[in-house]
């Protein structure tokens, strides 16, 4: 295994999510009022921020790895679902939208796994429409984590909006992949 500057960032990313978790298993009013909603948004857009950069650096390094491949979209989605999961504990998100967005990763990455076992990964790469995906939802996450005013933006709301565009852009994207990924679908299910 690899070992490398862009792998430590994904690794810290995979770090941060247990931080995340314990911020909101601590008993009431351990933290000051808002202090636990602030920290965690800082450390999930730290955690988006490193996602960004890791790849970033191993492109630019040339540092790039199988393994890297590999554990980079995996922290991506445990870091998703864990911040979903609590969002949703706090009531801040509706289950549907938890649902649509932790259903798709899971279906994707099957499909991708399964694409690349057939040796046709090439169809369902990563696309643009995934991209807006992916930063719709870290921008909407963070401001549902701090879910107060900032700067005069009441990021609760804006939050709540960017996490429906997000959930709407799931399913456009889910339906993108899948009808790339159709063709083989029926040619090896016959």
């Not at 909006?161 to 889910?174: D, E, Q």
Request: aromatic letters at 12%; proline letters at 4%.
């Amino acid at each position: 295994m690899p070992f490398n500057l862009p792998i430590a960032l994904t690794w810290l990313r995979i770090v941060f999510i247990p931080l995340i978790i314990a911020l909101y298993c601590l008993p009431y009013g351990w933290l000051a009022d808002g202090m636990r909603d602030a920290i965690a948004a800082w450390v999930f857009i730290i955690a988006a921020l490193t996602d960004w950069f890791d790849g970033w650096l191993a492109r630019k390094w040339n540092q790039t790895s199988a393994f890297g491949a590999f554990l980079d979209p995996v922290a991506d989605k445990l870091m998703v679902s864990a911040a979903l999961l609590i969002l949703l504990s706090i009531h801040r998100i509706d289950v549907l939208i938890a649902f649509i967005i932790i259903g798709r990763e899971i279906t994707i990455s099957a499909l991708r796994e399964w694409m690349a076992q057939i040796g046709a990964s090439a169809s369902v790469a990563v696309s643009w429409l995934g991209k807006f995906k992916t930063a719709a939802q870290m921008v909407a996450i963070p401001c549902l984590l701090y879910s107060r005013d900032a700067f005069g933006i009441p990021t609760r709301i804006a939050g709540q909006i960017l996490i429906i565009v997000a959930a709407i852009l799931t399913i456009w994207s889910m339906c993108y992949y899948l009808k790339k990924a159709w063709p083989e679908i029926v040619r090896r299910s016959r």
